[in-house]
């Protein structure tokens, strides 16, 4: 049951160049959505976050789009820096439920 | 800044055996998670906790696991008798207010539970 799906399991992106992660879900009930990062042997920190009654939002060099009627949102990174290179995790919520619902992840390079 | 604390770092266990994993929350938080990563999947709910009860649960989360706020500061969750499947990376997380839509979920480092 993957209500919540990243395709890419994998970016190399060169410094300064955006990153461009994606992320599909299926289920219609989802109003939120988060990104989260990850580093090894680290919890996941929270990143960026997006209402579904908005379809963009920037925070510095992060700016995660929404695409309700495809089911998609992705986050930009630009520009990138070596520091990014983690796993990003796309996070999707109910409304009426605290669990977040975690997509695979897409693991960032950033190569100078 | 504060943190949500998560010990031990590592648990190893033989099958059938009874763990306890331990979670400090942020102070002046009051809704709490638990999460599992088994290697190579996403991170997936198990359970959330509000004023001394289980408030929601997912299908993994059966009778062989339990959460507990013994004191005002740790967050357990024990698992009754391990089994191989158990294998994998628990994460803590807690919030100040009820609903991802309105207060950021924080996460702890994680424990690995490795099951033999």
């Known amino acids: 049951d993957q209500q919540v799906k990243q395709n890419s399991p994998s970016l190399s992106v060169q410094e300064g160049r955006i990153s461009i992660l994606n992320c599909d879900y299926t289920n219609s009930m989802f109003d939120y959505f988060l990104w989260y990062k990850k580093y090894p042997a680290e919890g996941p920190t929270f990143l960026i976050s997006i209402s579904s009654i908005k379809d963009k ?7 995660v789009f929404l695409n309700k009627s495809a089911k998609h949102l992705s986050l930009h990174i630009v520009p990138s820096q070596p520091g990014d290179s983690a796993v990003y995790f796309c996070a999707a919520s109910e409304d009426n439920t605290d669990k977040l619902i975690f997509g695979t992840g897409t693991r960032l390079q950033v190569f100078p | 800044e504060p943190e949500v604390t998560q010990t031990p770092s590592h648990q190893v266990t033989q099958m059938g055996q009874e763990v ?28 959330s906790f509000y004023n001394n009860e289980i408030s929601e649960k997912s299908e993994i989360f059966d009778d062989q696991f339990s959460v507990e706020r013994p004191d005002g500061s740790n967050f357990t969750l024990k698992i009754r008798s391990t089994k191989l499947e158990d294998s994998a990376m628990y994460f803590c997380a807690s919030n100040r207010l009820a609903g991802a839509i309105t207060d950021t979920q924080y996460f702890g480092p994680g424990t690995r539970l490795t099951v033999l």
Do not use: A, M
Request: hydrophobic fraction near 40%; charged fraction near 20%; proline fraction near 3%.
């Open chain 1, 57 to 63: 939002n920037e925070d510095g060099r992060f700016t």
């Open chain 2, 20 to 47: 306890i994993l331990r979670c400090v929350p942020i102070s002046n938080h009051l809704y709490f998670y638990w999460y599992r990563q088994i290697l190579g999947q996403k991170v997936e709910f198990l359970v």
